[in-house]
């Protein structure tokens, strides 16, 4: 990755240094995708830390060095990237990572199953992403618990405006880095209240954020996904569900499972037998390909496969469980 930038992009960090954008060509050793490999992360067609405009999609985030806004777009040369904000340098750094490189699927093999091994040809260029950043995407995924995806990602809109710091960079509309993890531990009760977050997720919330770095640099430093469940489910309010989806999301867990979820051990268990089967049975199902089954739900949900309706349709709900 060959990263360019005149000489205030590297001076001492100061206004103008942070308004001098940083530029990068990603050539990726592997077949990207790059807008359905990245925008698994996007929480809702209206999230501030996430747009697509045009070609280019538009990401801001709070790296460890600060904030950054990265544009990336695609074209045959590779991934033109640039960034904006105090972070800027270390969201270049990130950007494989970011898309997909860190994914390594040498042992995934599904050819003994006609409908996967079809699925997997034809996705091979959608990989796992992950953003290194632990504790945004345990708020994000605390806040989809027990909820429709309707109102957490409202939830998300509004606490990330109202908490988070404008990206600078000349975004396509205003977007917003999420709140420090200190900014999430001191959002008063009323604003939880007028998100619409129930008080069970808010608490889990603050109390996370009072242990989050601690946290965040366990989970990063874990060798297992067992490990990174154990750090992540010792945390008041944190069950298995959020674990596995904090982990897909910042870490690109390939054998995350997100056991409690209402919909996922239905769709597996359609998809693998024809028939709805509940969390132990979709664990069964899954358990050939431990290590790699978070690979295997992606291939599933990429599939089309979908259990025909028997009743009247429901509201359009997604329910969380913890």
């Known amino acids: 990755m060959t990263t360019t930038a005149d000489a205030a992009a590297s001076a ?4 103008s240094a942070r308004a001098t954008p940083l530029t990068t060509i990603y050539r990726p050793a592997h077949p990207l995708h790059l807008f359905r490999t990245v925008s698994v992360l996007m929480r809702g067609p209206k999230d501030p830390t996430m747009l697509v405009d045009g070609g280019a999609l538009w990401r801001a985030a709070r790296t460890p060095d600060g904030i950054a806004t990265l544009a990336l777009r695609q074209s045959p040369e590779g991934i033109h990237a640039t ?6 340098d270390w969201a270049l750094t990130q950007l494989p990572r970011l898309c997909g490189a860190a994914d390594e699927a040498t042992e995934f093999n599904v050819s003994t199953h006609p409908v996967l091994a079809t699925v997997a ?37 509004l606490l990330v405006t109202s908490f988070g710091e404008r990206a600078p960079g000349p975004t396509p509309r205003p977007m917003f880095a999420p709140p420090t993890i200190d900014g999430w531990r001191d959002i008063p009760s009323w604003a939880w209240h007028r998100a619409g977050v129930e008080p069970p997720q808010s608490r889990a919330i603050v109390r996370s954020a009072e242990r ?14 067992d490990d990174r469940d154990r750090a992540l489910t010792s945390l008041p309010g944190i069950g298995a569900w959020t674990s596995a989806e904090t982990r897909i999301r910042a870490l690109g867990d390939p054998d995350a499972v997100s056991v409690g979820d209402y919909h996922l051990a239905h769709q597996v268990g359609f998809a693998l037998t024809g028939s709805r089967v509940d969390d132990d049975g979709m664990l069964e199902l899954l358990e050939p390909w431990r290590g790699n089954r978070q690979r295997v739900i992606r291939l599933i949900l990429a599939s089309g496969i979908v259990e025909p309706r028997r009743g009247p349709r429901l509201a359009p709900e997604d329910h969380r469980r913890r």
């Open 83 to 88: 960034a904006w904000g105090p972070g800027a």
């Open 212 to 225: 989050g770095q601690r946290i965040a640099d366990a989970v990063i430093a874990a060798e297992t996904g």
């Open 12 to 15: 001492p960090a100061t206004s």
């Open 121 to 157: 040809r034809r996705t091979a260029s959608t990989r796992l992403t992950r953003t290194d950043l632990v504790f945004d995407a345990l708020a994000s995924a605390t806040l989809e618990q027990k909820v429709t995806s309707y109102q957490a990602f409202g939830a998300w809109r």
